[in-house]
């Protein structure tokens, strides 16, 4: 324990992303009365795209964005840097929830991820894209015969092209670990980045292509007005024909919505950088993504491109509210910790140079929804459960979708036009929570059986089996 303890003596308290002397500095606050077309509220991935997208669509539409802080300051700057073509969080959760139109979803997600893709490459974002892909891996016996039923599942639909399966000595020859059982990778559906520098680069496209972005703004009220809508900022009031909400976690101007999300409590560690003999003594030579198997309560990994790797787990909190009180735990880095040393303890002794936290936001089918408000005067999307970097372009586009009116392959969706089902008050919300995360563990404890409290979430449909 002490020893775990010691690597993270001069772990620095904020994201490795962020931590960048090359971040961009704040556009100005916004002070005066503005109209626009098209009013974007929120500057992370999801109000980046789509304020990108709208302009890519028609460059005559006059754009606004707003953030209350900086562009990328929170979930999409602190992520693992993950880039999933998956919209479902998964095939697993795609097949429990849409079985019927899961093909035209995971075609949608390859399309999405190769549109990102030449949006990095035309705007000449320097984010280290790569598209390595993704190995989930079985740490638990039982895990081993979950991850080959959904292989073979994913097989017999057609949806297996460019998924291997790993026995034990396979995985291992990838990423060496004597925790690692065997492994399911997905080498064309994962791309991996730095998540600041992709933020970063969005907002300069945005600029670049006249959207007008007002940083340390905040909105603070929505009300209609005439044809459109006005929000007031601090320092003066927007007029906009539209708005679009990518604000996730944070208080969203709809309020009927916020009871389909609560924050749950992301948290990371970022080693120093490793030699050449720590890095033969893992092997992960290829840079994937690691994931653990889907109903694992454990961490998940990934490789930075200066030699150092990371790893990442998540908690929710007792209030079912956002709390800066959380965006630390000493705890939890030093249980992510040990869980790190575990599956490699042939990097004992290594320091981690950063950790850090921060919320994200949840719903109940652990998938994004969406929707519009104020006869359609308004788009928002939300729930993204930690997989947003990839899935918030789609949601982009399914606002503006939603926003001109118009009927796509994307809003025909039954997942575009459903709703997850709302929360219940607290402190019902975070009881149900810990119960679950509990349960989860305990299956994972007892080779993988579901307890009462489990199978009844199963059969309500809610998304807690990741």
Known sequence: MRSVAKSLSEAKPVSYWLDDPGKPAPRPALTSDERCDLLV???????????????????????VLIESKEAGWAASGRNGGFCAASLTHGLGNGLARWPGELAKLEELGVRNLDAIEEAVARYGIDCDFERTGEI???????????LRELHEEARRLGLADGSEW????????????????AGLWDRDGVAMLNPAKLAWGLKQACLDLGVRIYENTRGLKMAPAGPGM?????????????????????????KRIRPFTVPVYDYALMSEPLDEAQLAAIGWKN???????PTSSTTSGSPATTGSCGAATTRSTPTGKLDSEYDHRPETYLRLAEHFFTAFPQLEGLRFSHAWGGAIDTCSRFSAFFGTAHSGKVAYAAGYTGLGVGATRFGAEVMLDLLDGLSTERTRLEMVKSKPM????????????????????????????????????DKLGLGFDS
Not at 41 to 63: C, F, H, M, N, Q
Not at 136 to 146: G, N
Not at 426 to 455: C, V, Y
């Open 136 to 146: 989930d891996v079985a740490t638990e016996p039982h895990q081993v015969e979950e």
């Open 422 to 457: 709302p929360f219940p008050p607290e402190p019902f919300a975070w009881t149900g929570i810990a119960l679950t995360k509990w349960s989860l563990a305990r299956a994972d404890a007892r080779g993988g059986h579901r307890n009462l409290w489990l199978k009844v979430m």
């Open 230 to 254: 006005t929000v007031q900022t601090p320092y003066g009031t927007i007029l906009a024909r539209r708005v679009a909400l990518g604000t996730n976690i944070f208080p969203s101007l709809v």
């Open 287 to 293: 840079r994937q993504g690691l994931g653990t198997a």
């Open 41 to 63: 509220i929120g500057a992370g991935y999801s109000g980046l795209w789509t304020a990108l997208i709208a302009k890519e669509r028609d460059p005559e539409r006059d754009v």
């Open 166 to 181: 790993l026995d034990r000595d396979a995985v291992r020859a990838e990423v060496d670990s004597p925790t690692f059982l």
